[in-house]
């Protein structure tokens, strides 16, 4: 590993004037990047704790929007009883995700900036236009089972790893963020982005920014929302495929529906179309199987990753059906 310089931030402002150098990052639970840097996939100068900023606080203003600090843990959201009260998908989703030990130091922010687990950016003797702008993808003719099926370019066919991002993404949550010229919020939706020509770039995050908090506004689907994550391990093993699906229902009518997906794409993948494809319907097998053939629109499996042309349909349903409570 490459020698590196570390520093605590105490302020934000200090935390923001620190990373506005090029070579410095942040480091908060060091559950990805310590990996990254121990495998020589990033190689930074310096590193900035920000575990002493006060950026961990859960609550809920008056419009009922919660707010969440980039700080606070996985496993303290998971648990906490306003989460699990206001928004129960970002809960069941933070829970499929990693170990309890994991949970315990990963944070909000560090889980939204975690890079993909394509085994060929982890492998610094293979090509990744990812770690190695113009090298070549490896993933694309070789062993792709883990990788997209939507949104694809012919640089990078690699998948976010996140399971938290996507009940973030079916739930449209915004994401703050602060950095030298002040702060901005930006759409959950729009936070990750397809790799197209540049999967060098994961998000739209600029240099200099500093991931602050999320912020989740008041919804009807805390009744009715369900994480179903399909993996080769009941624990500890990343999505093949898994839906996130939040229904507001009326008398066994789908007022409104949200659904994202993930394992199968560059970001957190919301399926706008079958969510509107739900509204207005019964809430039943039979429209969910419609909205889950409609969500499958555009979709381009590889040698090793066909089956998830199959399976992801399957588990659109089954999700929806376990938000309906009819599965
Ligand atoms: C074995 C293993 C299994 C896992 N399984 C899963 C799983 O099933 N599902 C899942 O979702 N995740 C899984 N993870 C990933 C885990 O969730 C992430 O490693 C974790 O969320 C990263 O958070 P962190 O605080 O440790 O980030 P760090 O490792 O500290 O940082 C990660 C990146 O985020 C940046 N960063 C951190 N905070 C900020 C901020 N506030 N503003 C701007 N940039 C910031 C850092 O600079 C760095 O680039 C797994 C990880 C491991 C090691």
Sequence with gaps: MKPFQYTKAVTQQSAIEAIAKPGVKIIAGGTNLVDLMKRGVTAPDKLVDINNLPLKSISLDKAGQLHIGALALNSTVSESPLVLEQQPLLAMALKAGASPQLRNMATVGGNMMQRTRCAY?????????????????????????????????????????????????????????????????????????????????????????????????????????????????????????????????????????????????????????????????????ESFNQAAQIAMQGAKGYQFNSFKLKLAPAAITEALKHAAGIA
């Design 121 to 285: 950016f982890y492998d610094t003797t293979m090509p990744c236009n990812k770690r190695q702008p113009g090298s070549g993808c490896g993933a694309l003719e070789g062993y792709n089972r883990m990788h997209a099926i939507f949104g694809t370019s012919n640089k990078c066919i690699a998948v976010h790893p996140s399971d938290m991002c996507v009940a973030l993404a079916a739930l449209g949550a915004e994401v703050t963020v602060s950095s030298r010229k002040g702060s901005r919020v930006i759409p959950f939706t729009d936070f990750h982005r397809l790799p197209g020509d540049h999967p060098e770039k994961d998000n739209t995050l600029a240099d200099g920014e500093l991931i602050t908090g999320v912020v989740i506004s008041n919804n009807k689907f805390a009744k009715n929302s369900y994480y179903l994550k399909i993996r080769d391990r009941q624990s500890y093993a990343f999505a093949l495929v898994s839906v996130a699906a939040a229904l507001e229902i009326n008398n066994g009518t789908i007022k409104e529906a949200r659904l994202a997906m993930g394992g199968v794409a560059h970001k957190p993948w919301r399926l706008y179309d079958a969510e509107k494809a739900l509204a207005g319907k019964p809430a039943n097998e």
